[in-house]
């Protein structure tokens, strides 16, 4: 009678078809390697993969899954996909999106999707994209998106660096209920283990030793190539978050969780390719010191130094926004912005209105009108200063902010209960 749940199978079989229960649960990327090792040895190569079940995903199962699909159908297996839904076409989980073939969409929307990076310049493309879109839609607490930006790049450079392939693939996706990010990154090579087994220095006996190793400051499998900080300050960064980093590699895995990590083995393994997964889950309600995680050293924010003028201050140019100044969503993409910089930085921030002959209402309520209520009317003035304002988009402004500010008052004083605060964390 009493069975245990972790024994239920997550992807049913029945003959050639595998009907997926969900694509959340990390246990189905083992199921699916386990189903794909009876298949290699079978005469029968095709698979038909049934997503009927399938409501949402989560990128430490999506990323690898769409992963070992692309690499298994060049080794002779050909699959076919039922109940593709919409969602799922988005995310690529057929044939992950190509970043020189999809740049537009990268840099508009490169959250919630399966990317395949094949160079450093596809690397650099996607981490701009990933810092853009996170501090348009959320907000972030200090150290967050230099702490994210440090680790992804370490990550994703890690695949070109070790894993024997050019390539691999990539996803991120916030959860605002919780306050978390996700990424996930995955590489078909030769995997942690092996890649650590030609150092000449360190030996690790098994896979998981090998992850214990290489999450360590300082170890490299050669020294001339790396210095060995890129796990062990990602390891540093989601700990002094305490968030969750996973990093599952040949048959093993390595997993921290509230600040504590344990190893498994026997992580089921294809006969090649068993490459690489790194997982992690940041707070972004969380402050990060990032000179803590990292002993002392402190990246150099070099998107924060380019908005600064001569006298250190931080300058936005409204005009050049690609969003516009006609909608809320652009408004609230350019508020959420703005907190995030300040945030990082501490510095007053100039907002230029050069070249805006209008703004619609909504724009200036979203904007400023939320600004001065989430600072304060004092801290608004302290943080910000409005410039080049022409008498039109003056009284607009001056409009929006007064019925927020009205709004806001009688929200507080009429019902303390009722937050009217903006909803922030909320993506558009
Ligand atoms: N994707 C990967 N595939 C294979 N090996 C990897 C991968 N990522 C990291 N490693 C191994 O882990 C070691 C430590 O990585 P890291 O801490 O980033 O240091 P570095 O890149 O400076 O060597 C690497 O030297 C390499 O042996
Ligand atoms: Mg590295």
């Known amino acids: 009678m009493k069975k245990n749940p972790t024994h239920i199978p997550l992807i049913t079989q029945e003959g050639q078809e595998l009907i997926f229960d969900n694509l959340t649960n990390p246990r189905i990327v083992s199921e699916f390697i386990n189903i794909l090792n009876q298949i290699i040895n079978s005469p029968n190569k095709n698979l038909i993969l049934n997503f009927k079940n399938v409501k949402a995903t989560f990128p430490n199962v999506s990323v690898p899954i769409a992963g070992i699909i692309e690499n298994m159908s060049l080794r002779g297996i050909n699959f076919e996909f039922y109940y593709l839904t919409e969602y799922l076409k988005k995310l690529s989980v057929k044939t992950p999106l190509r970043v020189q073939e999809n740049k537009e969409l990268a840099q508009k929307a490169s959250l919630d999707k399966i990317w395949r990076f094949d160079s450093a310049d596809d690397i650099y493309l996607l981490i701009n994209s990933f810092v853009d879109e996170l501090s348009h839609i959320i907000v972030c607490e200090k150290g967050v998106l230099e702490g994210f930006e440090w680790s992804i790049n370490e990550v994703l450079d890690n695949v070109l660096q070790h894993s024997s392939r050019s390539f691999g693939y990539v996803m991120g996706q916030v959860h605002p209920k919780t306050k978390h990010f996700a990424f996930c990154v995955y590489d078909t090579g030769q995997g942690i283990y092996n890649s650590l087994l030609s150092s000449l ?228």
Not at 240 to 265: H, M, P, Q, V
Not at 289 to 317: C, F, Q, R, T
């Open 201 to 428: 220095v360190h030996k690790p006996k098994t896979p998981a030793e090998a992850l214990k190793l290489a999450v360590k400051e300082g170890v490299t499998r050669d020294k001339k190539i790396g210095q060995g900080n890129g796990l062990w300050g990602l390891h540093q960064i989601v700990s002094e978050n305490t968030g969750i980093l996973n990093i599952t590699s040949n048959s093993a895995c390595y997993n921290l969780t509230n600040n504590e990590f344990k190893t498994f083995d026997r992580v089921p393994q294809l006969p090649y390719d068993n490459g690489c997964i790194v997982d992690f889950q940041i707070d972004y309600g969380k402050e990060i010191s990032i000179s803590k995680a990292l002993g002392g050293y402190e990246p150099v924010n070099l998107k924060l130094e380019s908005l600064e003028d001569n006298s250190g201050n931080i300058n936005i140019d409204l005009h050049s926004k690609e969003s516009g100044v006609g909608t809320r969503t652009s408004g609230e993409k350019i508020r959420n912005e703005l907190i995030n910089i300040y945030k990082q930085s501490s510095k007053n921030i100039s907002l230029d209105f050069a070249n805006i002959n209008i703004v619609s209402s909504s724009f200036a309520d979203e904007l400023i009108g939320k600004l001065v209520t989430e600072f304060g009317f004092y801290g608004f003035n302290n943080i910000f200063k409005l410039k080049n304002m022409n008498s039109i988009v003056q009284s607009i402004v001056q409009r929006s902010v007064a019925q927020r500010m009205m709004e806001s008052y009688n929200g507080n004083v009429e019902e303390k209960s009722n937050e009217t605060t903006p909803d922030i964390e909320k993506p558009s």
